[in-house]
């Protein structure tokens, strides 16, 4: 690792390669299609990438930033290794947050880090699916992988979601177009159905879409459980919800008489009114509909590697997201150990944000207590919140140019092919060296 | 490299014929060596053993540890963990929760702790194999692999249906390379299939399977013959049509039947010997006797248990259908997952009752097995963990075998009925403290083809547990005195001495290559990742050791 404080120097942009089989992790697709032509530090071309994807390759360049500041002033990598440990071992709350883009090699030690200085460690699921993962804890869910959508479901939902916009290759490569396994005719052989408050771009991808009044998904899906069980529904559903009732009975016939079906959710329904039991009565609706046929859900993931921060947090802790280890043990309590509302109450008192940008998103209480506080901040970028940073590392970024593994929504880990080397470690080198530094200062003191 | 000397220990070592004879084991570089000719040569440090138990390090041939469904197992139920035991960070160790699926550091804790050195998972789609490497690098001290689910891939399927033996044995030995697995694995042949193609199951070794025309026999015949040839140390693992269900056992018995002498290894088989009327709980049996008379006489199969014991714990497995009929029955809170082109899945809580007829029937069905099998070479001990219990009950089974009054204890309380639908009762045998070495570690060791496992004679891997001897059996099993594994003390009395991260134990059987443009074809078609990301690389391995084919 450098030393220098100066930025370190990026290579000249000679060499041409291509690189097959990339994988893309702007999104929790995780499209690993992707075939890019490097020259020297720069994509010049992203075969396969979808708008957003071509954005994430095509716009990647290297910033000429030191590789660490502390308090804004360019420092050493080991002088900020240093002062971060600090940080993180002085601290009686120490909160670590983010971790949705990066690999799980870097997740593993960031929860190993909070577990040895008895923090708190927590993923941006706390603020998009956390109320999938809840509801989840309450019914269950029937799911599967998106090959199985691809090859087998000729009845989709979409609900509280935009992937034409959000996920551009959902449609094409996973869900609607593909022709499949069962599925010879591909867009011929489904049927799509786009639920959600507005008239989005995706809508016009759906052969039916019910445009349901704002804060009604709960009473949407329970009506569907209803008519499915054989439960009469008053008509007064249509005040509610802006559906009416025989549109619904039609709904849920052709859902009973589909082969295989599935709901693809997204944020619309899990962080509206209702939250966690939105994403309940649509879980138990799909469950429900195996009673008759083969029936799914999918919560649709937005950033590349927040599946891999759940199983990781999961299988080192047991526990998903929010969870406290200050005891000597993990303990979770969404609300209580969930970054926004532990930054919110004022109640952390250091912080260590990796790949994310809790200042851009968070309330404004919560950046109050944030930018009180002591951080450490992993970004390639000079966010918001690096830019508030104690210490700061600019690191390089997850698939374009460090290997890894990242989970796609769907739980299938796939491993990164790196386009070309940055001069700035990644965030599994940072974290090492913080580890590391972290262990020796409680071994000293214990 | 220093020599340690475990000495004056009583050692069960079976696969060597000692049986309860005071004697020292040497071991240099993590290996068992013979003692030096020189009488007068000392080691470097010795451990005295004098007055306890040593055995070979214990071998689980079946569990859940690690991959998706353990780890949605652990997602799903927070519930389970508040009031479990807390497992502390230490300076050298970590944290972590217990419940019926603990964390994976926990995991490996666990298992050393209790003097197990080894152990297979034993269902993982190839899809998800890297997921499973990653879990094994946070699982520590324990060597580990695990089985590669085929009994439900359509190309497996494809081969079968068009009579393909050379492509069927050639994928099988691609597939094993490319998830760096062990073994291969069928759980319910077909009937997973034909669950995820709408629902439903394979009503028995001939039901034919959608879209394929393929049989459960077929399959179970295909795979045993294509993992026999391609010399896989340990033969197909198959886990049968109808889990579950009353009337099970002739299932079970054909399946057993159409192997015609080929090797197998029928798993979690408590749970497979049931007789009575599908449609009528309350004429819910045991066939084990049926059963183990045939299992007997057929010395190529082996067996491992699948105990239930009392209380809340898991059911997780590959086997969808069985996941959707646990919901019905139970009506608790439900995971299914079907992986592309490859397998399903299925996790519910399940709570072991005594007072249920059919719970302690069940619970009484694996101890029969246990008991009706003469051969203790043929029968391994698990409990399928989670699924009939943890495997931190391990010690209470070997207390329920080695003692009989123990077992009569038990029924006393149970529902009245379960002497009516067993022979438990009548069954008088008692395991030795060497037959509890066989069934706990070498037995598994041998039908894994693990050479160097299971056993303490030259050249054998320096995994041993010391135990001291108590009238309390079970309390005895719980709590090693020592335990050591590739030759460094890892356990004293509990507490962790030294951890690291265990090895991966995987096979690397040849096949003929020129089938992989083949392969490649009909997976291009059909999956949603690449096939040059397939296959896991070297990076994922850490410590590992290709474990031979055999010719």
Redesign the interface.
Same mark, same amino acid.
């Given at each position: 690792m450098s030393t220098a404080i100066a930025p370190p120097a990026i290579p000249a942009a000679t060499e041409l390669k291509v690189v097959k089989d990339a994988t893309c992790t702007f999104c929790g697709c995780v499209c690993d299609d992707m075939e890019l032509t490097v020259e020297g530090n720069t994509i010049t071309k992203a075969k396969n990438a979808c708008v957003l994807g071509k954005a994430w390759f095509l716009n990647h360049h290297a910033e000429e930033r030191p590789v660490a500041t502390i308090e804004g002033q360019p420092a050493t990598f080991e002088q900020a290794v240093e002062r971060a440990a600090q940080i993180l071992t002085n601290a009686t709350f120490p909160i670590t947050y983010g971790l949705s883009d990066t690999t799980c090699e870097a997740q593993r030690v960031a929860v190993a880090i909070s577990d040895w200085i008895g923090g708190t460690v927590d993923t941006t699921t706390s603020v998009c699916h956390g109320p999938s993962g809840m509801a989840f804890q309450g019914v269950g869910e029937v799911t599967c992988t998106l090959g199985e959508v691809k090859n087998r479901a000729d009845f989709i939902i979409f609900w509280g979601g935009n992937p034409a916009e959000s996920h551009p290759r959902h449609f094409t490569k996973y869900s609607l177009m593909p022709k499949g396994e069962f599925l010879p005719n591909g867009r011929k052989d489904r049927t799509a159905v786009l639920i959600d408050v507005r008239k989005t771009k995706s809508a016009r991808a759906a052969d039916i879409f019910l445009q349901i009044k704002p804060r009604s998904d709960f009473e949407l899906a329970w009506a569907m459980r209803g008519i499915a069980a054989g439960v009469e529904i008053d008509p007064d559903i249509e005040k509610v919800t802006g559906i009416s009732l025989d549109v619904l009975k039609d709904v849920v016939a052709q859902m009973k008489q589909a082969k295989f079906g599935v709901i693809l959710f997204g944020m619309g329904l899990t962080m509206t009114r209702g939250k966690h039991i939105n994403s309940e009565a649509v879980l138990a609706l799909a469950r429900d509909m195996n009673k008759y046929t083969r029936f799914t859900a999918k919560p649709m993931r937005g950033h590349g590697n927040v599946t891999g921060a759940d199983n990781v947090v999961t299988w080192q802790t047991g526990y998903p997201f929010g969870v406290n280890l200050n005891r000597g043990y993990p303990r979770f309590n969404p609300g209580e150990f969930t970054t926004s509302d532990v930054l919110a109450r004022g109640e952390a008192d250091a912080a260590m944000i990796i790949a994310s940008d809790p200042m851009s998103n968070f309330s404004q209480p919560a950046r109050d207590h944030l930018r009180s506080i002591p951080s450490v901040v992993l970004d390639p970028k000079l966010s918001d919140t690096a830019k508030v940073a104690t210490v700061a590392f600019t690191t390089s970024v997850y698939g374009i140019n460090t290997p890894g593994t990242v989970y796609r929504m769907d739980d299938v880990p796939i491993s990164l092919r790196p386009a070309f080397d940055s001069p700035y470690p990644s965030d599994l080198e940072v974290l090492k060296a913080i580890e590391k530094r972290v262990k020796e200062i409680l071994q000293a003191r214990s | 490299m220093s020599q340690l000397k475990i000495s004056g220990g009583t050692v069960y070592d079976p696969k060597n014929g000692v049986d309860g004879v005071i004697r020292d084991i040497w071991i240099e570089n993590g290996r068992v060596v013979a003692a030096p000719t020189d009488a007068n040569q000392k080691a470097h440090r010795v451990l005295d053993a004098t007055g306890l138990v040593v055995m070979p390090g214990g071998v689980d041939m079946h569990c859940h540890i690690?991959g998706?469904k353990v $780890?949605t197992a652990?997602? /799903? /139920?927070? @519930?389970t963990? !508040?009031l479990a035991e807390?497992? &502390?960070?230490t300076?050298l160790t !970590? #944290?972590?929760?217990m419940?019926s699926?603990? +964390?994976? =550091?926990?995991t490996g804790y666990k298992y050393a702790g209790m003097g197990y050195t080894t152990a297979f998972d034993a269902a993982i789609p190839p899809?998800?194999a890297? &997921?499973v490497h @990653?879990?094994f690098?946070?699982t520590p001290i324990i060597d580990k692999g695990f089985f590669v689910l085929v009994g439900n891939n359509?190309y497996v399927l494809q081969q079968i249906r068009d009579n393909e033996p050379e492509k069927l044995k050639g994928f099988i030995g691609w597939l094993l390379n490319a998830a760096k697995g062990y073994a291969a694995k069928i759980v319910n042949p077909g009937g997973v299939e034909i669950?995820? #193609?709408?629902?439903g199951d394979a009503a028995g070794l001939d039901s034919p399977v959608d879209?394929f025309g393929v049989t459960p026999r077929q399959i179970v015949t295909g795979v045993a013959q294509a993992a026999m040839d391609l010399g896989l140390p340990h033969p197909v693992h198959i886990h049968c049509n109808n889990l579950g269900l009353p009337g099970n056992w002739q299932t079970t018995l054909a399946t057993m039947q159409a192997l015609e002498g080929r090797r197998a290894h029928l798993t979690h088989i408590q749970f497979h010997s049931y007789g009575g009327n599908p449609d009528d709980q309350s004429t819910f049996c045991s066939e084990v006797p049926r059963l183990a008379e045939y299992f007997n006489t057929h010395p190529n199969l082996t067996t491992d248990v699948g105990q239930v014991l009392f209380g809340e714990t898991t059911s997780m497995t590959g086997d969808g259908p069985l996941g959707?009929f646990l919901?019905q029955v139970y009506g608790r809170?439900? =995971? +299914? #997952?079907?992986? @592309? /082109?490859e397998a399903g899945c299925g996790?519910?809580p399940i709570t072991y009752k005594d007072k249920s007829r059919v719970h302690a029937l069940q619970w009484a069905i694996g101890l029969e097995w246990y008991l009706l099998v003469d051969d203790p070479w043929r029968v391994a001990m698990s409990t399928d963990h989670p699924n009939g219990g943890s495997f931190l009950a391990y010690p209470e089974i070997i207390a329920l075998l080695m003692d009989r009054t123990r077992r009569e204890e038990v029924l006393k309380r149970v529902h009245p009925k379960v002497k009516d639908g067993c022979t438990l009762v009548d069954l008088k045998r008692e395991y030795t403290l060497n037959e509890i070495a066989i069934i706990t570690r070498a037995a598994p060791a041998r039908m894994l083809g693990l050479d160097r496992k299971g056993h303490l004679g030259i050249g054998a891997d320096a995994d041993v547990t010391i135990y001291t001897p108590s009238p309390d059996i079970q309390r005895m099993f719980e709590l090693p005195r020592y335990v050591i594994h590739h030759g460094e003390l890892v356990v004293e009395q509990g507490d962790i001495r030294k951890t690291f991260e265990g090895k991966l134990l995987h096979v690397a059987p040849s096949y003929d290559e020129s089938l992989v443009g083949d392969i490649q074809t009909w997976f291009e078609?059909?999956? +949603?990742?690449?096939f040059? $990301?397939y296959p896991v690389?070297e #990076?994922y391995l850490h410590e590992h050791e290709v474990v031979a084919t055999r010719r």
């Open positions: - | 690690a998706p $780890n652990r997602k /799903m /139920m927070p @519930e963990k !508040r807390k497992v &502390h960070r300076p !970590r #944290s972590g929760t419940g699926v603990p +964390s994976t =550091f926990a899809l998800a890297r &997921h @990653e879990e690098g946070d359509h669950w995820k #193609s709408g629902g879209h959707y919901h809170k439900w =995971f +299914s #997952s079907d992986t @592309e /082109m996790v519910v078609k059909y999956y +949603s990742i690449q040059a $990301n690389d #990076s």
